[in-house]
């Protein structure tokens, strides 16, 4: 069974572009959640996504965003990028949303570097 | 204070000992826990998860949940140079009608042979 690809694996954007990042979760997950990991905040949640809605939020700028597509492949968008949003971007698949015992499997990250 | 807690280690235990990594929530409502490895340039893995109180043991690892404490730990037995990582505890909380992971800041574990 395949897991979470993530794609780009790098990238390196100037300040003021926009970047998308993609998301592909394991075959029969519907829930997908995405992650910013930088060294000096740790994994910080940024919006989790199940049967295309948004289900949860966590608490970032409007410059970020994401969707998901009904085969639940997910994106996420950041605009009008800042040095400070060069991270390591983490998607995580999970089967249900409303599960609380439910695991999350991650893929292997966007690095981004802002320029 | 932080919703989910983890001494930053570094932690660093000799080859063939017990690791022990120690987390604390915050949120009496957190229902599932869960315990993730993370490699250096890599992203975290799954090597746990646990919710009920007790102990529940998975090979070298053994995973230990005592709610009334708000206290979730990990243990690393006959530890190796190759479990040296980050550990990062993840508790899933509700909020606004559904639930999100939150995830401590990790603690640096090093085997040292």
């Known amino acids: 069974k395949a897991g979470v690809t993530q794609t780009p694996r790098y990238l390196i954007k100037t300040r003021g572009q926009q970047v998308t990042l993609s998301c592909s979760p394991i075959?029969?997950?519907?829930?997908v959640s995405w992650y910013q990991q930088t060294p000096g905040q740790g994994l910080q949640f940024l919006f989790e996504?199940?049967?295309?809605?948004?289900?949860n939020k966590g608490n970032f700028p409007g410059r970020f965003s994401g969707r998901q597509f009904s085969n639940s492949r997910s994106e996420m968008n950041v605009s009008t990028l800042e040095l400070g949003d060069s991270a390591l971007y983490l998607c995580?698949?999970?089967?249900?949303?409303?599960?609380?015992?439910?695991?999350?499997?991650f893929g292997q990250g966007t690095r981004l570097t802002v320029v | 204070q932080k919703e989910v807690e983890q001494n930053s280690g570094p932690l660093s235990v000799p080859e063939g000992a017990i690791a022990s990594l120690n987390c604390t929530y915050s949120d009496r409502v957190s229902q599932s826990f869960f315990w993730y490895r993370q490699y250096s340039g890599k992203s975290p893995e799954l090597i746990m998860s646990?919710?009920?109180?007790g102990d529940k043991e998975d090979g070298r690892f053994t995973a230990q949940l005592n709610k009334a404490s708000q206290y979730v730990s990990l243990l690393i037995r006959d530890s190796q140079p190759s479990d040296s990582a980050t550990y990062l505890c993840a508790v899933r909380v509700f909020s606004g009608g559904y639930n999100k992971l939150i995830f401590g800041a990790g603690t640096r574990l090093a085997v040292h042979p």
């Open positions: 995580a698949s999970s089967p249900r949303d409303l599960n609380p015992n439910t695991e999350a499997f």
């Open positions: 075959s029969g997950h519907r829930s």
């Open positions: 646990i919710y009920s109180n």
């Open positions: 996504y199940f049967s295309e809605t948004q289900r």
